[in-house]
């Protein structure tokens, strides 16, 4: 009895022996070597992907090959990434000016509207900077005083923004209008309160009072018709260039 366990159980060890020694062999084979190599927790990828190292074990690997709509498309994203996280990078490009041409016509425009901006003569002076400024008061858009292409298209389609729209200060070619408004005004005995450039409650009151004594409807915000008439009684001259009011 006892021998024959003896031989079941070294039949046992021979039969687990033989089956280490094929595992072995089955895994050294080369057909065996790439999927063992190219095996990759998450936890592994996650890090890949974070520190854009190789996981272990793929040291030696080369990377797949990637099709030319995909790398098209990864610097694609790339760019609009860099763009929006980088204004100023090399894709940002500055608004083109406008030309001679779309100034006359938004002059020619302005005046149809009701809008005093002097001549048609594809210069943006100190009235055309005050009617485009009187235009973006009364439809509440942000106060510029600058002739563009997107003014010439909000004036064509009749545009305006919501009342009470946040809007930013005014940018410095306003200010510079208001300010020479808020001298003439002083100069005349209107107080508009701080020569400051801004459309404050002072400054507006000053601004009916004078367009009420002059026979203009009182609508309290610079225009090329109350430069023009501030300017007259004040004994100021205007200045076709990009100067505020002078004497």
């Known amino acids: 009895m006892f021998a024959k366990h003896t031989r079941i159980s070294a039949g046992l060890c021979l039969a687990l022996t033989l089956g280490t020694i094929v595992n072995v062999f089955a895994l050294q084979s080369p057909r065996s070597r790439p999927l063992a190599a190219a095996a990759v927790t998450l936890p592994d990828a996650v890090e890949l992907l974070n520190s854009n190292t190789k996981p272990p074990g793929m040291a030696g690997a080369p990377a797949p090959a990637e099709p030319a709509g995909q790398i098209m498309g990864s610097a694609d994203a790339d ?132 367009e009420g004594d002059m026979g203009l409807v009182p609508k309290g915000r610079v225009s090329g018709a109350v430069l023009s008439e501030l300017a007259r009684r004040a004994h100021a001259r205007i200045e076709v260039s990009d100067e505020a009011l002078s004497n």
């Open 79 to 210: 760019l609009s990434v860099r763009t929006a996280l980088d204004p100023g990078g090399p894709s940002a490009q500055s608004p083109t000016p406008p030309t001679a041409q779309i100034i006359a016509s938004i002059q020619r425009q302005l005046a149809e509207h009701g809008y005093d901006a002097g001549k048609a003569n594809g210069t943006a002076g100190i009235l055309t900077r005050a009617a485009i400024l009187a235009f973006e008061f009364d439809n509440h858009f942000p106060l510029t005083a600058e002739p563009s292409e997107e003014l010439m298209r909000q004036i064509v389609l009749g545009m305006s923004a919501a009342p009470g729209t946040p809007l930013p200060p005014p940018t410095d070619k306003a200010r510079r209008l208001i300010a020479g408004a808020q001298r003439l005004l002083l100069r005349l005995g209107y107080d508009p309160g701080p020569i400051d450039g801004q459309l404050t409650d002072p400054t507006r009151k000053a601004i009916r009072r004078f």
